[in-house]
């Protein structure tokens, strides 16, 4: 069974910065394509950023690109996201998932499986 605890979410305002951290419990770590998934209030929760097993491929949702950067470190068993020039319509509750030998735009995309979450971590971006 693989644990996943997210980090690092908080109060920005409009334009300012942050960084996820989702870290996992597991030691086959690098089996494991990872994604950053979010769900604002009203909304149906959508994939934001995912990351191959290794790490040499990567995904972003239109929204986001040019601003947001995933990255891992299998070594420490952690998926980060940056976060940079947040907007308001980022405003949401942030969730890790994971999934065995999948790539990471099948991970990210609506019809995607994920097979494991982790319990989330809040973003809020106002003035």
């Known amino acids: 069974q693989l644990q996943l605890v997210e980090s690092g979410g908080g109060l920005v305002q409009p334009g300012g910065s942050l960084r996820l951290s989702c870290a996992a419990s597991t030691f086959t770590f690098d089996y494991y394509a990872i994604g950053w998934f979010r769900q604002a209030p009203g909304k149906e929760r959508e994939g934001v950023s995912c990351?191959?097993?290794?790490?040499?491929?990567?995904y972003y949702v239109d929204s986001v690109k040019g601003r947001f950067t995933i990255s891992r470190d299998n070594a420490k068993n952690t998926v980060y996201l940056q976060m940079n020039s947040l907007k308001p319509e980022d405003t949401g509750v942030y969730y890790c998932?994971?999934?065995?030998?999948?790539?990471?735009?099948?991970?990210?995309?609506?019809?995607?499986?994920?097979?494991?979450w982790g319990q989330g971590t809040q973003v809020t971006v106002s003035s």
């Open positions: 998932a994971a999934r065995r030998l999948t790539t990471a735009q099948t991970l990210c995309v609506p019809t995607g499986r994920r097979d494991y």
């Open positions: 990351i191959s097993s290794s790490g040499g491929s990567t």
